[in-house]
């Protein structure tokens, strides 16, 4: 089992970027995958998932700013994240989850996390 994020980079305030996770080693199309961030001294935070039908949820600290989307065909999950601000500086790792009966938001509803990939907003 395998996710890997990729992506992330420096941009400047109010710039973009688009992360990806690739999928490998698991019925991917069963799993909801959800997006998850960690800043320097802070907790995790999730912030959006998609699951295994479509549905897309998103953390108040970035709906209207973040897409989230996913392509079965290539078992990967994409976060187009637009408009962003110093405090989305974080590591950002991807995750998946086989939990369905409500939207998965917490750490311990996943069962497989990727490695991380870091996100810098800085001018």
């Known amino acids: 089992v395998q996710l890997q994020a990729s992506g992330g980079g420096l941009v400047q305030p109010g710039g973009s970027l688009r992360l990806s996770c690739a999928a490998s080693?698991?019925?991917?199309?069963?799993?909801?995958i959800g997006w998850f961030r960690q800043a320097p001294g802070k907790e995790r935070e999730w912030i959006s998932l998609?699951?295994?039908?479509?549905?897309?949820r998103y953390n108040v600290n970035v709906k209207g700013r973040f897409s989230i989307s996913r392509d079965n065909a290539k078992k990967t999950v994409f976060l187009e994240m637009n408009g962003l601000k110093p405090e989305d500086t974080a590591l950002y790792y991807c995750?998946?989850?086989?939990?369905?009966?409500?939207?998965?938001?917490?750490?311990?509803?996943?069962?497989?996390w990727g490695q991380g990939t870091l996100v810098t907003v800085s001018s």
């Open positions: 995750a998946a989850s086989r939990v369905s009966v409500v939207p998965p938001q917490l750490e311990y509803e996943y069962d497989f």
């Open positions: 998609v699951t295994s039908s479509g549905d897309t």
């Open positions: 080693g698991f019925t991917f199309d069963d799993y909801a």
